[in-house]
């Protein structure tokens, strides 16, 4: 079998070279021609062409160092670094080639057949029929290059040996016979009735199976089967079978239109249901299992879109059981939009399953609809611009509290830049509300409730910012100095008889701190006066940038506070948040967010996200400690202290390292909640990989520490192999 390096040799040598007598474009039934020179034997009626030949018939193309043409027999012979090109674009190279004179069927020796979307062909000895298909016998092929970035020849990374290699040019596609798998020259298991594409277009066929070992679940071999129905529509079908557990179907079918695309992904298996207090749902018996993820997307026109989401699963935990995600909640949304280009309007609707242990499915809320409709007016008198806003939300819950709103706003910003440089912005703004609530008493959190029934509210805000940006040289960069001021004034609002619904999950931070409403949602707004001040500085110089800010608030008077002990706000004084970012070219990117007690200094929030090292060998550091001392208890507020590290090392150009690990670091001193011991591992991860161009292998171990029903602490192995362009 002639070897990779001398078929790379004869493609170099056969590239196609510009003559400047190249021949036109042929008629129909006419062989064009162009070489050196040309010798004709007007009795044996025999041409011969020598030195760059080329000849074209019919967009069929052939170059060769010498050409012979019997006119009476019809037969074309090559030698000489032969390369001849299909109409689609595929080129076979060889020492010689007897071809018929239409150019499309003949023998070649040695061959090297380049295809269109980057595979190769080699066998000892090719036919190419007329129809474009060919035979070959003693036949390699691969996708991988077959030369170093200096020129050197190098063997691919994986190829398919085979006795004989038939090549269908209509469905794009080869076969082998007697085929087996190469992989870094090692061969691995025959794959009998072995086909794939010929490009890098996707075909039908089985893909390459995955393999991974579990405490749960045992050995498990997943063995992808993919249909491509047509250009636009796809499916997978994917049975998991397990040493542990009974078999598992996986699913993903796709389509694409002109106005959008869909696919539905979903999982299947009848196997023992385990509750997450531990014990069987019904004893002794089995159950339907499964998971189901549908998206879709659809531009209607250059305004109108829609777009939805389905996750559905059948309990709590399988999908960590069969390490399909580790979301706490599944989210399932459609929304149906409008961009008018000053104006936005939305028409959705959400619904929540909870997969958390303890919590209540009929508490969550499902919201139909949620509108919002805004609009954007230029100001004809003050030179500022309007938004109104118009906002309804339904909220109901199979067993819990029911709540309606309705509110309508409007509000004004102007923005100017003083000669001196200062940067001033004024809003004003104003609202009403209704609001209905039901079934209030279902709420346990008594501030969250409301009143029940009809409720009313309306209110008034403004407010001015003032910003002065001080920029000029510093240590071969450039430094900016911006010390702010903001001062707000709202009126009293209603916040008690109204029910919270999407106010619940305060942080004072920098992102909100200079925000006219530091609630997030609607359902609370922040009355009374306040003065905001801060300074950031930013610091630029080639490669190199920092930037840092600092602000606190101030209450203009003695009312009481809504926010939560603990919160940063109760006082008139706030606590004092700041960030700052650093970035030293591609190598280090760090962002520090902190919040500081008013009154004793401590580190209330303390989050580190950094990155060092380049895109192939690196390391990152999450930190996150909240110790807010929130004395009761509400949403997503409790103390807590984690780590999360991760990193991947790179050798051998192609060779890396990686891992990650989460150690929850809370005890009951931070959180009396909480039943860590200060020092917990959530779960790890460690693996080696190898990725080129065509071939991608990893070897991962995960451990994770926590049990929560039939989803077991214990060790995972993955073993991944991807080949590019190889189906079975």
């Avoid at 474009?132 to 050197?152: H, I």
């Avoid at 960590?320 to 939009?337: C, G």
């Avoid at 104003?430 to 409301?450: E, K, M, Q």
């Avoid at 002990?565 to 004092?576: F, M, N, P, V, Y």
């Amino acid at each position: 079998m002639p070897a990779w390096a001398g078929a790379q040799q004869a493609e170099a040598e056969a590239q196609p070279q510009q003559l400047a007598d190249a021949p036109p474009q042929s008629e129909s039934g006419s062989i064009d021609f162009a070489a050196d020179e040309v010798r004709y034997d007007n009795e044996a009626d025999v041409i011969t062409a020598e030195g760059n030949v080329q000849l074209e018939r019919e967009a069929w193309r052939l170059r060769a160092d010498q050409v012979v043409w019997d006119r009476r027999s019809g037969r074309v012979t090559a030698s000489g670094n032969v390369a001849l090109t299909s109409p689609q674009g595929d080129t076979a190279y060889g020492d010689s080639v007897e071809l018929t004179d239409t150019l499309r069927d003949g023998a070649v020796a040695n061959l090297l057949v380049v295809f269109d979307g980057g595979g190769r062909l080699v066998a000892q000895r090719g036919v190419r029929l007329a129809n474009g298909d060919m035979e070959l016998e003693r036949a390699a092929y691969s996708p991988c290059a077959v030369e170093d970035d200096n020129g050197c020849p190098k063997e691919p990374s994986w190829q398919v040996r085979a006795v004989r290699v038939s090549y269908d040019r209509v469905n794009d596609r080869i076969r082998y016979r007697g085929a087996r798998v190469e992989l870094f020259g090692l061969p691995l298991v025959p794959l009998p009735g072995l086909s794939h594409p010929a490009s890098n277009r996707a075909g039908s066929g089985f893909l390459v199976p995955d393999f991974r070992v579990d405490r749960v679940n045992g050995v498990e071999i997943e063995i992808p089967w993919y249909w491509r129905i047509n250009s636009s529509h796809d499916l997978m079908i994917s049975p998991h079978f397990y040493s542990g557990a009974a078999p598992m179907a996986e699913a993903w079918l796709r389509g694409l239109s002109a106005r959008g695309g869909w696919q539905v992904h979903g999982y299947a298996t009848y196997s023992e249901r385990v509750s997450v207090s531990g014990a069987p749902t019904t004893a002794g018996q089995d159950a339907f299992r499964g998971y189901i993820d549908a998206t879709g997307g659809f531009q209607f026109d250059p305004r109108w879109s829609l777009s939805a989401s389905a996750r559905v699963t059948t309990d709590r935990t399988f999908l960590r059981r069969y390490d399909i995600s580790r979301d706490d909640r599944l989210r399932s949304t459609f929304s149906l939009n409008r961009n008018g280009g000053s104006s936005y309007l939305t028409i959705a609707g959400w619904a929540v399953q909870s997969l958390r242990v303890g919590d209540s499915q009929g508490q969550q809320a499902i919201a139909l609809p949620a509108i919002d409709f805004r609009q954007r007016i230029a100001d004809p008198w003050a030179g500022g611009l309007f938004l109104l806003q118009a906002n309804s939300l339904a909220l109901t819950r199979t067993s819990g509290q029911d709540t309606q709103r309705l509110f309508g706003s409007a509000q004004w910003d102007w923005r100017r830049l003083t000669p001196m440089g200062q940067v001033i912005q004024l809003t004003a703004l104003g609202r009403g509300d209704i609001y209905h609530s039901d079934n209030i008493t279902a709420t346990s959190v008594p501030s969250y409730r409301g009143d029940d029934g009809w409720q009313a509210r309306a209110f008034a805000a403004a407010a001015i910012d003032v910003s002065w940006p001080l920029v000029g040289t510093f240590a071969g960069g450039n430094q900016r100095l911006t010390p702010r001021v903001q001062i707000v004034a709202a009126s009293p609002v209603d916040n008690v008889s109204i029910p919270n619904e999407d106010s619940r999950a305060f942080e004072l931070e920098d992102g909100n701190i200079f925000a006219i409403n530091r609630f997030p949602g609607h359902d609370r707004f922040e009355d009374g006066g306040r003065i905001t001040y801060g300074v950031e500085w930013a610091f630029n110089r080639p490669g190199f940038a920092i930037t840092s800010e600092v602000a606190q608030s101030y209450r203009l008077s003695n009312q009481g506070s809504l926010f939560p002990d603990g919160t940063g706000l109760t006082d008139r004084t706030s606590d004092i948040v700041g960030r700052t970012t650093v970035a030293l070219r591609n190598v280090i990117r760090l962002t520090h967010r902190f919040r500081l007690d008013k009154d004793s200094g401590a580190v209330r929030r303390n989050e580190i996200d950094a990155t060092v090292g380049t895109r192939r060998t690196y390391a990152e550091i999450g930190y996150l400690r909240l110790n807010r001392d929130i004395a009761t208890l509400g949403e997503d507020l409790r103390d807590r202290e984690e780590v999360r590290v991760g990193g991947r090392i790179g050798f051998a150009r192609y060779w890396s390292l990686f891992g990650s690990a989460i150690i929850d670091l809370t005890d009951k001193a931070e959180d009396p909640a909480s039943s860590a011991d200060g020092f917990t591992p959530i779960r790890h991860r460690l693996g080696v990989a190898y990725d080129d161009d065509c071939v991608s292998i990893g070897l991962t171990w995960r451990r994770d520490y926590q049990d929560t029903g039939d989803a077991r602490r214990g060790n995972t192995f993955l073993l991944r192999l991807a080949f590019r362009n190889l189906g079975v």
